[in-house]
């Protein structure tokens, strides 16, 4: 090789040096040419994670692969969830999510210069089929507290499903007395031992220890409670007086008698009724014990109020005739916390959110410090809207239709995406599994009506 040679590849390797090296260092600390070619920008990152992982990541309609192994040795090498994309130019991105056997997932999203764009709390819900676990008609389901049991009423008899492993425990023939409306629903025991229905109190330990409350309270029962796991709090017949039965040793004791009862709970040591006087309607606090009011407030009369969402530190009092739900804290100077109009159904989501529907439009109230119960509308839709409730990973809504059963995500940016997990002639009854992978509801497919589940994740 000639000296003039040696010197020119020498000049060009110099060149490219000087060229080649600003560009790498600029790639390493976050900069790329913009797609024009004239500017250098500050890039971005975007962190993705989906439960369950493995999803394959598109950018506006192009896989991501590894770089080396796309190029270098001719095989695909698509890059999957959980993923951190790095050096991505400013700018908005169709982002798409795909993974075998589930729904995918899409969204546009921004990436800014120097920044991350996270996009964490996805669920990817798989593509099933509902599969039958009970046979026949369904009138009422009812899920225990710890998520274990399911009791479902026919119109001959009530029994549970064992959710662990599906195993049908007949609970026993519908015998009692016909019961009113207001004793009908299936009431859990706190510590998931023992269910009222229909006034006869059954204990899953010991199927044939069932005990009747009709052989012991002659005048009804209406809107029983559980105070504890052996005392049952309830309305006398006549509704003018709060009655307990003690299941230890089966005895009657009355806890306030004021007449006119509309309704009524139980906290602590204080008992909540609301009463009729006339025309005016009052919710008015007991101390158990003690005969004397503790406090009287006023409420809108000409309205039809019960209580609901029993277990809130703050009373839930629900207007049904207005659809006006009022959240009141009754030792409060000013008791009223908040009113919230067009109610049709309300979901606490731990302790400061509310999740609230009415026929057509699904609402969550945020009353975390700083928000103030700050009110989100998450959608609305044109069929009516028959049950919600949270998903376990806290970042969905499911909610139920006459013919199918969506799931919402909170992430609003662009759009909420809305998974149809399954549609059918008719759906009832739709309950999560404790750990959110699994969903049963009572539906009638072809000929074949009963309790299904359905593996969403």
Known sequence: MSLKTRRLLFIFFII??????????????GYKISLSGKILQKTGMLILDTE??????????????????????????????????????????????????????????????????????????KKNLPLLIRNGEIKQASLSPNGKYLAAVSDKEIDLIDLDNEKKIKLGALDAPEPSSDSRPVSWSPDNKKILFNGIVYNIDNLSKKLNLNNYIKNGIIKPKWRGKNEIIYLSGDKSDVKSFNLSDNTVKILIKDGKILDFTSKNDNIFIVTRLGKSISLDVYKIGAPDKVRSIELPSFSDYEFINYKRDIINLYDKKHQILYLINPFSRFPLVETINNVKRARWVGKNKLLYSNDFEIWLADFNPGYSGKKTLLTRISNPINEIFWHPSENYVIYLTDNAIYAIELDDRQKRNITKLVKLDRIAFPFLGKNGKKLYFYAKIGNQKGLYKLYIQ
Request: glycine residues 6%.
């Open 16 to 29: 490219a040096f000087l060229i080649i090296t600003p560009l790498v260092i600029s790639y390493a600390v």
């Open 52 to 125: 369950p992982e493995g999803a394959k990541i598109y950018l506006n309609g192009k896989p991501r692969q590894l770089f080396f192994k796309k190029y270098f040795k001719d095989e695909e090498s698509y890059i999957t969830t959980p993923a951190k994309i790095k050096n991505l130019l400013p700018g908005k991105y169709d982002v798409k999510l795909e993974l075998d056997g589930y729904y995918g997932w899409q969204k546009k999203l921004e990436i800014k210069p120097g920044m991350s764009t996270f996009a964490e709390d996805i669920n990817l819900f």
